[in-house]
């Protein structure tokens, strides 16, 4: 059993940064695979990110590739996005997920997860 809760979304102007915080709660959290997904109005779910519980393996999606980074704090049971140069496009309720295989959270719409966080919001203005 693994609970997770989004923190750190809102509104930023295009441009700016924001970091986006996962917290998980159970002990197998260092074995799982986190990764984030986000859901624009009217637009499939899509995979943004991934890191794989040693930290050794990461994904980013080629439209976040170079502005978005996903880290792992393993201490503190936590996995951040840090998302800069935000564009407009970005805008989407972003989910944190866990999974065992961290193919079930990279390049789909994670029909197969695990696990999910009830999401946050970001909005970045023109």
């Known amino acids: 059993q693994v609970q997770l809760v989004e923190s750190g979304g809102g509104l930023v102007q295009a441009g700016g940064s924001l970091r986006l915080s996962c917290a998980a709660s159970?002990?197998?959290?260092?074995?799982?695979?986190m990764g984030w997904f986000r859901q624009a109005p009217g637009k499939e779910r899509e995979s943004v990110a991934a890191?794989?519980?040693?930290?050794?393996?990461?994904y980013y999606t080629d439209s976040v590739k170079g502005r978005f980074t996903i880290t792992r704090h393993e201490a503190k049971n936590t996995v951040y996005l840090q998302m800069n140069s935000l564009k407009p496009e970005d805008t989407a309720v972003y989910y944190c997920?866990?999974?065992?295989?961290?193919?079930?959270?990279?390049?789909?719409?994670?029909?197969?997860?695990?696990?999910w966080g009830q999401g946050t919001q970001v909005t970045v203005s023109s």
């Open positions: 159970g002990r197998t959290f260092s074995v799982y695979a």
């Open positions: 997920a866990a999974d065992r295989a961290i193919g079930d959270i990279t390049g789909g719409t994670g029909g197969r997860v695990d696990y």
């Open positions: 890191i794989g519980w040693g930290s050794g393996t990461r």
